[in-house]
């Protein structure tokens, strides 16, 4: 089992849910915002998405704190059609608005060690609390997934790109953070930098 991590922001409130349902995954998202230091870059996120009608369980940011936005059970919209039965997480990150190369979208978000772990002690702690299972998914079955990979799986007009897998294509690691989840899961990790750990080969 996993404790919830340490909450820097208590968003609740802040955002209208619509009801109560169990949750079978877990959808990470980027802001396509800027880091800021201390807790602002929480904060604005998380007042913005609120004001214009949208809502996210969890934002974490580079430095690796977070703000939550309970009841964990809250539908918010923030991945539609599938928002009912997700938990959504906001990544602060302006990684794919970059004019620089897929393989450089990837290094920065490898070079994020914070934010990664602070990413999957929050998974670990929801597949915890929650029937989601630490194993990846395309979109329509429990696990985790991201924006993308439901954009993609009910055929979303315009789509979204955000923390699109870097296994499919794209740049963030997500297959990383759910290693290091499984890891914080069981126990077998406290919070370490990502370059310590021998977790081998990921994609």
Not at 37 to 52: A, C, E, M, P
Not at 60 to 84: F, I, T
Request: aromatic share 10%; charged share 25%.
């Amino acid at each position: 089992m996993a404790k919830r991590p340490y909450v820097n922001v208590n968003m609740a409130g802040w955002m209208e849910h619509h009801g109560l349902r169990t949750k079978r995954k877990l959808i990470f998202h980027e802001t396509i915002s800027h880091d800021r230091n201390g807790l602002s870059d929480i904060t604005s996120v998380g007042r913005y998405i609120g004001k214009v009608g949208y809502g996210v369980h969890v934002i974490v940011d580079q430095e690796g704190k977070s703000g939550y936005a309970p009841p964990e059970r809250a539908v918010y919209y923030q991945a539609k059609p599938d928002s009912s039965q997700s938990i959504g997480i906001e990544l602060v990150s302006f990684i794919p608005a970059l004019n620089i190369s897929r393989w450089g979208r990837i290094k920065i978000w490898l070079s994020r060690e914070r934010q990664l772990h602070k990413a999957a002690r929050w998974a670990a702690y929801f597949s915890s609390e929650h029937p989601i299972p630490l194993v990846y998914s395309t979109g329509k079955a429990a696990g985790i997934t991201s924006h993308w990979n439901i954009s993609e799986a009910y055929h979303v007009a315009g789509g979204h790109w955000d923390c699109k897998p870097k296994h499919e294509g794209g740049h963030f690691p997500i297959k990383r953070v759910i290693k290091l989840a499984r890891l914080y899961k069981t126990g077998r990790i406290a919070h370490k930098p990502m370059k310590r750990l021998r977790l081998g080969k990921s994609t």
